[in-house]
């Protein structure tokens, strides 16, 4: 494994600090990133965004009398649990795109996504419900949609660089299963199933960044990064009590490094062999990376240094890891 992370997983449960670790990331010089984080000028995909998505399709569905296909509220979790292996075949789909330097043209950014959320429904043998619309209503869909989808797509096609080399894709997401749940997490819950889910490319090339929170504090964290007048941030978007205890009251990262016949690596089985995959671990127990959210002239030079340690710390296990699975 080269010293420079080539994809890395960015794993936790909500408003752990993923997205704080992927802004420090962003205002670090190229020098440091890759003499001190190991990584590149970052490339970043988040399924985030097409969660977000999916809550505004089952909201416009709603107000049209229709059932919310992916939400039956705003306050409550997915309907379909095969939709977290839904969201991981976007993410593929997305690396696959990042790989081929490919930007979708649509005549319609609406079409596409809701083709894209079927045509991903498909391969989870989920029901891929929004291609089997009433015409009338899809076509309503479309238009109330058609702005929102159009930013998703402009983000998706603008994080689509020329050339990867030297580069570290960032891929963000956070697994979980309900509070008080036994280990092993039963698919579809939890990384060890979307660790399974992801393609073959990317995991020969993957790391896994775990931002370690104990659920107590995420949910805490939770309520205080919310605003509600910013549902659609990546900084600043709340997740409802009862997806936080119901989708997140418990992960299964500490439980894979210990079902690990290698150290610091999560064993994944997918396409038909073995893939042990680097873990760091970075200790956020003690709040290290809320500063992040205020503008960066607020930053106290404690603050960056215990981030930046701690983040320095982390990935250097993943690459001595990583040297030891070659």
């Given at each position: 494994?080269?010293?420079?992370i080539?994809?890395?997983?960015?794993?936790?449960?909500?408003?752990?600090?993923?997205s704080?670790?992927?802004?420090?990331?962003?205002?670090?010089?190229?020098?440091?990133?890759?003499?001190?984080?190991?990584?590149?000028?970052?490339?970043q995909?988040?399924d985030?965004?097409?969660?977000?998505?999916?809550?505004?399709?089952?909201?416009?569905?709603?107000?049209?009398?229709?059932?919310?296909?992916?939400?039956?509220?705003?306050?409550?979790?997915?309907?379909?649990?095969?939709?977290w292996?839904?969201?991981?075949?976007?993410?593929?789909?997305?690396?696959?795109?990042l790989?081929?330097r490919?930007?979708p043209?649509?005549?319609?950014?609406a079409?596409?996504?809701?083709?894209?959320?079927?045509?991903?429904?498909?391969k989870?043998?989920?029901?891929?419900?929004?291609?089997?619309?009433?015409?009338a209503?899809r076509r309503?869909?479309?238009?109330?949609?058609e702005?929102?989808?159009?930013?998703?797509?402009?983000?998706?096609?603008?994080?689509?660089?020329?050339?990867?080399?030297?580069?570290t894709v960032?891929?963000?997401?956070?697994?979980?299963?309900?509070?008080?749940?036994?280990?092993?997490?039963?698919?579809?819950?939890?990384?060890?199933?979307?660790?399974?889910?992801?393609?073959a490319?990317?995991?020969?090339?993957?790391?896994?960044?775990?931002?370690w929170?104990?659920?107590?504090?995420?949910?805490?964290?939770?309520i205080?990064?919310t605003d509600?007048?910013?549902?659609?941030?990546?900084?600043h978007?709340?997740?409802?009590?009862?997806?936080?205890?119901g989708?997140?009251?418990?992960d299964?990262?500490?439980w894979?490094l210990?079902?690990?016949?290698?150290?610091?690596?999560v064993?994944?089985?997918?396409?038909?062999?073995?893939?042990?995959?680097?873990?760091?671990?970075?200790?956020?127990?003690?709040?290290k990376t809320?500063?992040?959210r205020a503008?960066?002239?607020?930053?106290?030079a404690?603050?960056?240094?215990?981030?930046?340690?701690g983040l320095?710390?982390?990935?250097?296990?993943?690459?001595?890891?990583?040297?030891?699975?070659?």
């Amino acid at each position: 494994m080269s010293s420079l992370i080539d994809v890395l997983l960015l794993t936790a449960l909500p408003a752990s600090g993923k997205s704080e670790v992927r802004r420090y990331f962003a205002g670090l010089t190229p020098e440091q990133c890759r003499d001190e984080m190991h990584v590149g000028p970052t490339v970043q995909l988040d399924d985030y965004p097409y969660v977000h998505m999916m809550r505004r399709i089952s909201q416009e569905l709603r107000k049209r009398g229709q059932d919310g296909l992916f939400f039956d509220s705003d306050n409550l979790p997915m309907k379909e649990q095969r939709d977290w292996g839904t969201l991981i075949e976007l993410l593929n789909e997305d690396f696959d795109d990042l790989m081929k330097r490919h930007r979708p043209a649509p005549g319609s950014a609406a079409e596409w996504l809701f083709d894209r959320f079927d045509a991903a429904r498909r391969k989870v043998s989920a029901r891929p419900a929004l291609g089997q619309l009433e015409p009338a209503v899809r076509r309503e869909l479309v238009q109330a949609l058609e702005t929102e989808c159009a930013e998703v797509l402009r983000d998706k096609n603008a994080g689509v660089p020329d050339s990867l080399k030297g580069r570290t894709v960032v891929i963000e997401f956070a697994r979980g299963g309900p509070d008080q749940s036994t280990l092993p997490l039963p698919a579809p819950l939890g990384y060890r199933y979307s660790f399974a889910t992801l393609s073959a490319e990317i995991l020969s090339r993957a790391s896994v960044l775990y931002v370690w929170v104990e659920p107590e504090e995420s949910r805490r964290k939770n309520i205080e990064r919310t605003d509600p007048n910013d549902p659609g941030s990546i900084l600043h978007h709340g997740v409802p009590m009862a997806v936080m205890l119901g989708d997140y009251g418990c992960d299964d990262m500490a439980w894979l490094l210990q079902q690990s016949d290698r150290p610091d690596t999560v064993r994944v089985e997918a396409h038909g062999r073995t893939w042990y995959l680097p873990v760091g671990r970075f200790d956020n127990r003690v709040d290290k990376t809320s500063f992040v959210r205020a503008d960066r002239e607020q930053w106290k030079a404690a603050d960056v240094a215990a981030l930046h340690d701690g983040l320095a710390g982390a990935l250097a296990r993943v690459v001595m890891a990583g040297e030891k699975t070659v």
